[in-house]
C-alpha cells in the first residue's frame, strides 16, 4: 500500500506547476478581450458619426460576450488541468458580470451608465493583460 501513495504524491507534485499551453490560452483569451473593447470603443465613436455604426456596435458586442466567455473556460483550463491559480476564474467570472451589466444598459439606451462602465472594462481588461504578460515573463 505504501508503494500505491508514492506515485499518486510525485503526481500530485508535478501537477502544481502551471502549464505553459493552459498560460498561453489564457494570455490569449486576455487580449482578445482587450482588442474587443478597444473596438467597441472606436463602434462608439462611429455610432454617432455613421448610418452602420449601430450595426458594428451590435457585432462588437457579441464578439465581447463571446471573448470573455473564453476568458472564463481559459481560466478554469489554466487553473484545474493546468495547476494554475484559481485567481484568474474570480477575474474572469467579474467581466462576465460586468459584460452582462453592459448589454442590460445598451439595451436600456443608458449612455450615463454604459460609457463610463465600458471603459472602466477597457481599463481593467489591459490591467489583467498587462498582469498576464508580466507573470508570464517572470516565469520564463
Do not use: C, K
Not at 502549464?19 to 489564457?26: A, E, I, M
Not at 481559459?74 to 467570472?93: C, E, F, K, Q
Amino acid at each position: 500500500m505504501a508503494v500505491a501513495v508514492e506515485p499518486t504524491t510525485t503526481t500530485t507534485a508535478t501537477t502544481a506547476t502551471t502549464s505553459p499551453r493552459g498560460t498561453v490560452f489564457l494570455n490569449v483569451s486576455i487580449a482578445l478581450q482587450t482588442v474587443a473593447l478597444l473596438f467597441q470603443a472606436v463602434t462608439a465613436g462611429l455610432l454617432l458619426s455613421t448610418s452602420y455604426g449601430h450595426t458594428l456596435h451590435d457585432v462588437g458586442s457579441r464578439v465581447i460576450y463571446g471573448a470573455t466567455m473564453l476568458y472564463v473556460i481559459a481560466a478554469v483550463l489554466a487553473w484545474r488541468p493546468g495547476g494554475g491559480s484559481p485567481r484568474p476564474i474570480l477575474y474572469s467570472t467579474g467581466f462576465l458580470v460586468l459584460a452582462s451589466v453592459q448589454v442590460v444598459l445598451g439595451i436600456a439606451h443608458m449612455p450615463a451608465l454604459h460609457v463610463p462602465l465600458g471603459v472602466v472594462m477597457f481599463g481593467l481588461s489591459v490591467l489583467a493583460l498587462g498582469h498576464a504578460f508580466t507573470t508570464a515573463r517572470r516565469r520564463s
